[in-house]
């Protein structure tokens, strides 16, 4: 069963603080591996995206892959309360479609 | 992005009725999915929503319980049949998209309480 793990939290952070946030995948051959932020009450919303192993930035992100250790990560410079969310880490698979899976999620707290 | 939008939003159900839920994209995307994300869980993909042929089930979901429409390239629906209380869930539908056509993009869900 291909996998991805996420430590369900919750992170708390204080204001300004850096977030780290981790996930690790079992299918090796996976390429594609997506951040996606979660308000309480609401869908999922795609913040981040990574294929290459890196860094990549996006203002305050910055997603971290190394397929050699099969894990992804996400970092939040000047952690916000607005950040307070799940974040939920996706890989997509290989070989079936365009299907991915996600894992459980990482609430984060950021507290004022 | 497309702008997705599904009906219901949410509603409540007595059990062994079904539900149609309606998910419109407000452009044309080759691919549709639906999602049910149950309380305090991660999204677990039910099925690819194929225009012009049936829809692709994920394991331990079958057509009989969420049969899916896919009319046409900005519009699905999925139905949940004969409902229990373990349906109560999110159900969410998702396009592919993006500038590498590479990510996916999700609707603001609907909420199923069955009683």
């Known amino acids: 069963q291909k996998e991805v793990e996420q430590n369900s939290g919750p992170l708390s952070v204080p204001e300004g603080a850096i977030a780290s946030l981790n996930c690790t995948y079992s299918?090796?051959?996976?390429?594609?591996f997506f951040w996606y932020r979660q308000y309480s009450g609401k869908s999922p919303e795609l913040i981040m995206s990574i294929y290459s192993n890196g860094d990549k930035e996006d203002g305050r992100f910055t997603a971290q892959l190394n397929k050699a250790s099969q894990y992804v990560s996400l970092l939040i410079r000047d952690s916000q309360p607005s950040d307070s969310a799940t974040y939920l880490c996706?890989?997509?698979?290989?070989?079936?479609?365009?299907?991915?899976?996600f894992g459980k999620g990482t609430r984060l707290l950021v507290k004022p | 992005s497309a702008v997705i939008s599904q009906k219901p939003s949410r509603d409540i159900c007595q059990r062994g009725t079904s539900l149609t839920i309606q998910c419109q994209v407000d452009s044309q995307v080759t691919m549709m999915f639906w999602y049910r994300q149950q309380p305090g869980q991660s999204l677990t993909l039910i099925a690819t929503?194929?225009?012009?042929?049936?829809?692709?089930?994920e394991s331990g979901f079958v057509i009989d319980k969420f049969p899916i429409s896919r009319p046409n390239l900005t519009f699905s629906t999925l139905t949940v049949s004969n409902m229990s209380p373990e349906d109560s869930s999110i159900y969410l539908c998702?396009?592919?998209?993006?500038?590498?056509?590479?990510?996916?993009?999700f609707g603001p869900g609907t909420r199923l309480t069955v009683l």
């Open positions: 996706a890989v997509k698979r290989q070989g079936q479609g365009f299907s991915f899976i």
């Open positions: 299918d090796r051959g996976s390429q594609s």
């Open positions: 929503a194929n225009q012009g042929s049936e829809a692709t089930y």
């Open positions: 998702s396009v592919q998209g993006g500038l590498s056509y590479n990510e996916q993009f």
